[in-house]
T-cell receptor
Framework: AQRVTQPEKLLSVFKGAPVELKCNYS??????LFWYVQYSRQRLQLLLR??SRESIKGFTADLNKGETSFHLKKPFAQEEDSAMYYC????????????FGKGTLLTVNP | NAGVTQTPKFQVLKTGQSMTLQCAQD?????MSWYRQDPGMGLRLIHY???????DQGEVPNGYNVSRSTTEDFPLRLLSAAPSQTSVYFC??????????????FGPGTRLTVL
C-alpha cells in the first residue's frame, strides 16, 4: 500500500541555518511526488513537484528512488519559511489521488 | 478568477444533523476532490471526481456523500454528523485529472465542529 512518512512533527532551526525536511514513501509504481506548504492562516499551496526539478523560494527536493526519499532542502533558512510542510504522493496514477504525510511544522527562529 | 471557493468558513453542528459543504471553482478544472485535515494526521482524501457525473471514493469516505452535476461545483454532504467528523475540510481542483505536471489548487477550508 502507498504510504508517505514524515518522521519529524516539529523542526526548529535558526535563521541562516540549513534545513532539511525528510520524506520517505512507499509505492509500488512510478512515484509522482510533491511538497505542499501551508503558512499560518493561509490555504495549502504547491511548493515543489519532483517532475519539474525546480527550485522555489530557495527550496529543492531530489527524488531518490533507491532510498525511496524526497527530502526538502534549503541551504539558508529564513523566518518567512516558518510553516507546515506536507509531502504528498500521487498514488492513484491517472486517477490522481494524493496521499499526504502527516506534516512537519518548521519554525525558523531569529 | 476566484479560484477554489468554499462555504461556509465555519460551522457548528449537533450530532445527527446533516449539512452540505459547498465547493466551487471557476477554472474549468476536470478534477475536484475533498480532503479532511486533522491534527497529527495530515490530509486524507474523502472523495474525488474526474469530471461531471463521475465520482469515486478516497481513503476515508464513510459518512460523506458527493455528487458532481456540473464542472464547477462539488458539494460534500454529511448525512448524519458525528463528533469524529470534527475537522477542517479542504476542497481542491486540478485542470486535468490524469495528466502529470498540472498543479492542484486548494480552497481556504471549512472548519467544522460537531458537538
Amino acid at each position: 500500500a502507498q504510504r508517505v512518512t514524515q518522521p519529524e512533527k516539529l523542526l526548529s532551526v535558526f535563521k541562516g541555518a540549513p534545513v532539511e525536511l525528510k520524506c520517505n514513501y512507499s509505492y509500488s509504481g512510478s512515484p509522482e511526488l510533491f511538497w505542499y506548504v501551508q503558512y499560518s492562516r493561509q490555504r495549502l499551496q504547491l511548493l515543489l513537484r519532483h517532475i519539474s526539478r525546480e527550485s522555489i523560494k530557495g527550496f529543492t527536493a531530489d527524488l531518490n528512488k533507491g532510498e525511496t526519499s524526497f527530502h526538502l532542502k534549503k541551504p539558508f533558512a529564513q523566518e518567512e519559511d516558518s510553516a507546515m510542510y506536507y509531502c504528498a504522493l500521487n498514488s492513484g496514477g491517472s486517477n490522481y489521488k494524493l496521499t499526504f504525510g502527516k506534516g512537519t511544522l518548521l519554525t525558523v527562529n531569529p | 478568477n476566484a479560484g477554489v471557493t468554499q462555504t461556509p468558513k465555519f460551522q457548528v453542528l449537533k450530532t445527527g444533523q446533516s449539512m452540505t459543504l459547498q465547493c466551487a471553482q471557476d477554472m474549468n478544472h476536470e478534477y475536484m476532490s475533498w480532503y479532511r485535515q486533522d491534527p497529527g494526521m495530515g490530509l486524507r482524501l474523502i472523495h474525488y471526481s474526474v469530471g461531471a457525473g463521475i465520482t469515486d471514493q478516497g481513503e476515508v469516505p464513510n459518512g460523506y456523500n458527493v455528487s458532481r452535476s456540473t464542472t464547477e461545483d462539488f458539494p460534500l454532504r454529511l448525512l448524519s454528523a458525528a463528533p469524529s467528523q470534527t475537522s477542517v475540510y479542504f476542497c481542491a481542483s486540478r485542470r486535468f485529472a490524469g495528466l502529470a505536471n498540472n498543479e492542484q489548487f486548494f480552497g481556504p477550508g471549512t472548519r467544522l465542529t460537531v458537538l
